[in-house]
């Protein structure tokens, strides 16, 4: 017994806590391997989260340092960077959720979906000014299956909150327009925002993320006001202002973490 | 130079949004009627457990009284099961409105059970006699779990009112009760949380009731046919 138990230990087993087992701590047996494997899943998921939030980062970084000259490259590049982690990253996430998974585990693996939304949509406003809907979303993910072989999709929580974040970027997108002499370009980023907010704004909040509906809701409106505030800039002061004065009055910082 | 935004489309998808999140705030509001219902039956039940601690005689009837409330447990979680089953897959969207009832729930059920057999609700009896198992509705592990550390901290004030009404030998079952499932719950790698937190708190249950067995014992004053005390081997 003892020197079996030796043996078990050496080959890396799990040593038992008492000889003898009441019929309560076989039970309990059973218990712990079911939270085991439930712990497992939830590591891994937030892993495929943190790599998908990694990566959609990077392609965000890479949409705004597109300029004139180089745009349809870089575009291209930043369509096939996402590309690459829907293939790689959500579909490692997705084969690990199956019926009731997708809520219980929503947690763990949400981060990193909502920063994927914001980096599809921002990809997709640089290249046709245009909201990348929920349904479009949905669309390029027609591959991607779950463990039960059923679609794999975006929940509406975690569109809208990407979406929420997609306002911060469009308000640095707008900013670096106007200091690049695009004006036009920022009034179509400050219709874009306030659209959203208006959006935003007859939803009910959001029970699934109530805390973090709030906070933003509050950062959008931030936005919204600063790109207001810049096209007033130009409107009012137009062409005598040099245009890198006004972008240095708005400093990239705070915003998504 | 890029198009103006499509606006309809926009204030389109946000309408349906409206429509769906209306439609799962609809879905928590009849939740919360339903546990509004189950607060009152917890509540209730939980009232007519009282007695245990000061009656002189093990009351059958008080079980019965606080059995007599399992029915009506039963049609609350059946009430909450059809809720969820027209949301398939979406019980933990919804969890947290029913999770700290249940855990009273469980903690109710299994002190009873304890009561009156002395052993422990196993997590598939708890279901069976709210008589909730099925694919979409089913009672979560780590509430079972949480639910037992409260009938864990429920022992100890259990024992000491029992010795006070001549009952001496009730710290021996007591304990050995409780160092059976504290060894149990040793044998899970919990994570951080607060199910971590309860299992935390239960070596104080056991140190209590040992303390109570301690008194007992040196003053000799359990029955003589058991004294083999399980801490003890």
Avoid at chain 1, 18 to 36: H, N, T, V, W, Y
Avoid at chain 1, 85 to 93: E, I, K, M, P
Avoid at chain 1, 165 to 181: H, W
Avoid at chain 2, 38 to 63: F, W, Y
């Amino acid at each position: 017994m003892a020197s079996e138990d030796i043996a078990e230990r050496a080959l890396g087993k799990k040593p038992r806590i008492m000889a003898e087992e009441s019929p309560l701590q076989s039970k309990f047996q059973e218990i712990g391997r079911a939270l085991d494997l439930m712990n497992e899943k939830r590591e891994r998921l937030v892993k495929a989260s943190r790599d998908i939030t990694i990566h959609s980062k990077k392609v965000i970084f890479a949409v705004h340092r597109v300029s004139g000259i180089n745009k349809t490259a870089m575009l291209e590049q930043a369509e096939r960077d996402l590309s690459a982690v829907r293939t790689n990253q959500v579909t490692r996430l997705a084969k690990e959720l199956q019926g009731n998974d997708y809520w219980k585990f929503r947690r763990a693996y949400s981060p990193g979906l909502q920063e994927f939304v914001e980096a599809a949509t921002t990809v997709e406003f640089v290249k046709s000014g245009q909201l990348l809907t929920l349904q479009q979303l949905n669309q390029s993910f027609a591959n991607i299956k779950d463990a039960a072989n059923k679609p794999f999709e975006v929940s509406i929580p975690d569109y809208i909150l990407g979406v929420g974040d997609l306002t911060g970027e469009l308000m640095r997108l707008a900013v670096s327009g106007i200091a690049a002499g695009e004006r036009q370009a920022a009034i179509s980023v400050c219709n874009l925002i306030r659209g959203l907010y208006e959006g935003f704004s007859m939803l009910p909040a959001l029970q699934d993320n109530i805390r973090d509906w709030k906070t933003k809701s509050d950062v959008m409106l931030q936005s919204l006001i600063k790109v207001e505030t810049a096209c007033y800039n130009v409107h009012v002061r137009g062409l005598e202002y040099p245009p890198e004065m006004l972008a240095s009055e708005f400093e990239y910082g705070e915003d998504d973490l | 130079m890029m198009s103006m935004v499509d606006g309809r489309a926009m204030e389109a998808q946000f309408e349906a949004f409206r429509v769906q999140l209306d439609d799962s705030g609809a879905v928590r509001e009849r939740l919360r009627t339903v546990v509004a219902d189950l607060d009152n039956v917890i509540r209730m039940m939980q009232a007519s457990l009282l007695p245990v601690h000061h009656a002189t005689l093990q009351g059958k009837e008080v079980l019965d009284k606080a059995k007599s409330y399992i029915p009506s447990l039963q049609k609350i979680y059946s009430q909450l099961s059809e809720i969820i089953r027209e949301r398939p897959g979406q019980y933990y969207r919804y969890h947290d409105h029913w999770r700290s009832q249940t855990h009273t729930v469980v903690f109710l059920l299994a002190f009873v059970h304890w009561l009156d057999t002395q052993g422990l609700l196993s997590h598939r009896e708890v279901e069976t006699l709210l008589n909730v198992k099925s694919e979409e509705f089913s009672i979560d592990i780590e509430d079972y779990l949480i639910g037992l550390c409260n009938v864990s901290n429920e022992l100890p004030r259990y024992v000491v009112n029992r010795v006070t009404a001549g009952d001496y030998d009730c710290p021996r079952q007591v304990s050995a009760f409780l160092s059976d499932l504290f060894s149990a719950f040793r044998i899970l790698n919990l994570r951080n949380d607060l199910l971590r937190k309860r299992f935390d708190g239960l070596k104080y249950d056991l140190k209590k009731v040992e303390e109570v067995l301690y008194d007992v014992k040196i003053r000799g004053l359990m029955s003589t046919q058991a004294t083999a005390n399980p801490m003890e081997s």
